[in-house]
Nanobody, 115 residues
Framework: QVHLVESGGGLVQAGGSLRLSCAAS????????TAWYRQGPGKQRELVAG???????NYQDSVKGRFTISRDSTKNTVSLQMNSLKPEDTAVYYC?????????WGQGTQVTVSS
């Protein structure tokens, strides 16, 4: 019932910035938590950052001070501003939304950081 579309991925040099966006449509009422996950080659999918419907945020330690998650409720969009990117940030980034007992995933967007 919730459709998520990620955008903003691409190829950047180390130290550069990218801004990812997750646009939600469909039955968006009742979403309590939206988060960005990432999965690098040969690695498990891991939580990067999340934000609740009340605006409370949480971050993986490795991205604190570099990444910022934000929400625009009027546009049903959650963004991830990524600064000071490192090669180890290279991964497919996925948007996830929790609505009641259901979880929804976007298709993912590739982020590649070159050195």
């Amino acid at each position: 019932q919730v459709h998520l579309v990620e955008s903003g991925g691409g190829l950047v040099q180390a130290g550069g910035s990218l801004r990812l966006s997750c646009a939600a449509s469909g039955s968006t009422f009742g979403i309590t938590y939206t988060a960005w996950y990432r999965q690098g080659p040969g690695k498990q999918r891991e939580l990067v950052a999340g934000i609740t419907d009340r605006g409370t945020t949480n971050y993986q330690d490795s991205v604190k001070g570099r990444f910022t998650i934000s929400r625009d409720s009027t546009k049903n969009t959650v963004s991830l501003q990524m600064n000071s990117l490192k090669p180890e940030d290279t991964a497919v980034y996925y948007c996830n939304a929790v609505r009641f007992l259901g979880g929804y995933w976007g298709q993912g967007t590739q982020v590649t950081v070159s050195s």
